[in-house]
């Protein structure tokens, strides 16, 4: 489902409705956070893109049921801290693009929720705080 483009500041409530989407694209929007109010996402969606947004809030337990969840795009927000993906694991992701915000400090917990062949895309940003273990990090 693409609305890309949209002008929407929410994740409407009626996407649910979409019983085989798999892939959700919502670029190009203003929506601000991510929270209890915005759940309105199949817990089956395998890919899900939110790049050029004005996000800033993400629940610590958003993704937290996205069990299939391959890809996640939030690239080119305003996030300035990982914690929403402390509380997520999932051994099906591929790519976290986290590209072009503003986070700061990355810890331990968010290393170890994912499998060693997760690609998470990071750079460019100032990260001042930083310990990735295993995991394969990538500025391509």
Known sequence: ??????NLNYIPKNIRKF????????CFNQIEKLDHNSANIPNHIEE???????????????????????????????????????????????????TFNLIRKIDEKFVSN???????????????NFDCGNLLLSNI
């Open 48 to 98: 899900i893109q939110f790049s050029f947004n004005r996000i800033q809030y993400i629940s610590n337990f958003y993704f937290v049921s996205f069990k299939r969840l391959k890809i996640l795009n939030m690239s080119n927000n305003q996030i300035k801290t990982i914690d929403f993906l402390k509380y997520y694991s999932n051994n099906h992701l591929d790519l976290i693009d986290l």
């Open 114 to 128: 994912f499998n060693n062949r997760t690609i998470v895309k990071l750079f460019p940003q100032k990260i001042y």
């Open 19 to 26: 019983t085989n989407m798999i892939k959700l694209s919502m």
């Open 1 to 6: 489902l693409n609305l890309s483009n949209s």
